[in-house]
């Protein structure tokens, strides 16, 4: 079983960019799909992009589409959430978890399915 920490947020001004990591520990980390998850404050933990072990395909939310790129690196153990052209709404706990059952694609992006979550990682855009 996975355990995950996230790191990189902060505080940064609309437009501008940040680069999450969620890093790994334990075994066959390449064998799991991450996701990556957001929660403001009174919202409900809503997708927001997930990278599949093997072929590596990504999924994003439609918010988010053109301006994050999900990578991971299966060496350093790393999944790596790089986003740009920041704003207001983006703000939020930012969350990485593993994939645990799959029923669709839907499952890619539904927090129901992930388990083994981080900590979260704070993003704030505000100018």
């Known amino acids: 079983q996975l355990q995950l920490a996230e790191s990189g947020g902060g505080l940064v001004l609309p437009g501008e960019s940040l680069t999450l990591s969620c890093t790994a520990s334990?075994?066959?980390?390449?064998?799991?799909?991450i996701g990556w998850f957001r929660q403001a404050p009174g919202k409900e933990r809503e997708g927001v992009s997930c990278?599949?072990?093997?072929?590596?395909?990504?999924v994003y939310a439609d918010s988010v589409k053109g301006r994050f790129t999900i990578s991971r690196d299966n060496v350093k153990n790393t999944v790596t959430l790089q986003m740009n052209t920041l704003k207001p709404e983006d703000t939020g706990l930012y969350l990485c978890?593993?994939?645990?059952?799959?029923?669709?694609?839907?499952?890619?992006?539904?927090?129901?399915?992930?388990?083994?979550w981080g900590q979260g990682t704070q993003v704030t855009v505000s100018s």
């Open positions: 978890a593993v994939l645990e059952n799959y029923y669709g694609d839907y499952s890619l992006l539904f927090p129901p399915h992930f388990g083994s």
């Open positions: 334990g075994s066959r980390f390449d064998y799991y799909t």
């Open positions: 990278i599949t072990s093997g072929d590596e395909q990504t």
